[in-house]
């Protein structure tokens, strides 16, 4: 045991580009950051890159965005944390807010994606429960899907890979290739609680389910009786041009988890429902310690504050198309690197011919930060408020990217 923890003597020939001590899970860049401005990301060593990932679709707003530091300092002066054993006015000030703007009646704070996801299974199920339908506790979900990594979202996704070691998924889930309404209708049964999807698969693969597929389940759903389950962890809060996915279908589910944009880079999540879904949701039955706490609240009120700005999303399809059109060209010009553009909105995948870990990694020789996503897809999620000059300048870096991939054959 003392030989195994003895601390390892290693050359900077044979040191890994990174800590031996965190946990391994992530194949992470060998660079270290160490502040961030709007669109830029500025590392240990003074190289300013641009931030064309937001921490996946975290940062909405960029980096140390004024209003959200003045929100949170002046919350952590006053108070950080009670506990959900109290009221607490961030979010009751938050649900409020969101329920002007959305379908929802009810909201349940919570701290990240997944958690938001496992309770929106919950409450869709626990919703049949209390109807007297306590046998409707299966939930149908679609290939590519992701909704986080705890075992139950791992187990709704179904993506085998990384379910593989980690013991027998949760039971209750029945995956369909994604869209197929056919295969769909097949699989609802006397037991079926829910439908659940992202609009947009982001980790998937960015691949965006048309408005008609997504009036099509909601159909769906009404016929049989079943609770329409959105997940717009990735794809919500103004990332589309309108402050959700589900709006450009002109549809509303019964259950929305979300995540990611609403904190700005704070850690917070959210399940917005309707009040009759949520009936069953009593004293008891769910919870969690952070959830909604003070200074998670503080910012994402101010967060909200600035996408219901007027104009703001308006803005958001401006820069899409700047985005777009770029993109159309760079397709014309690198044919053999640029499969197909998909997405919507600030959320855009690129299929490539090469490796798409390769492209992440030349964007990044060019000082330009995408994330990589399933499907050989490389995603761009810029900051909602990027600005036009800094789109143009990020179109520019991937050119050059693209060429030194052509040069080096990588096609
Ligand atoms: C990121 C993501 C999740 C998981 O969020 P975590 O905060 O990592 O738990 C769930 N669903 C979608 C669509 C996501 O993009």
Redesign the pocket.
Known sequence: MSAAKATPQLSSATAPPHSATVMGTYGRQNVVFERGEGSWLIATDGARYLDFGSG??VNALGHAHPKLIAALTAQAGKLWHTSNLYRVAGQEQLAQRLGEVTFAERVFFCN??????EGAIKIARRAHFVAGRPERVRVITFEGA?????LT?LSAAGNAKYLEGFGPPAEGFDHVPFLDLEAVEQAIGPETAAIML?PI???GGVHVATPDALRALRALCDKHGLYLVL?????GIGRTGKLFAHEWADITPDIM?I??GIGGGF?V?AILATASVSEGMTPGTHGSTFGGNPLAMSVANAVLDTVLEPGFLDAVQQRTLRLKQGLAELQDNFPDIMVETRGQGLLAGLKVKPPAADVVKAAMNEKLLLVGAADNTVRILPPLNVSDEEIADALARLSRAFAALAKSGAT
């Open positions: 996946v679709a990240s994606g997944a958690e938001a996801c992701f909704h986080g990594r705890t979202a992202e698969q982001g980790e997940d717009e962890v990735q794809c988890a995540a990611k850690p999540g």
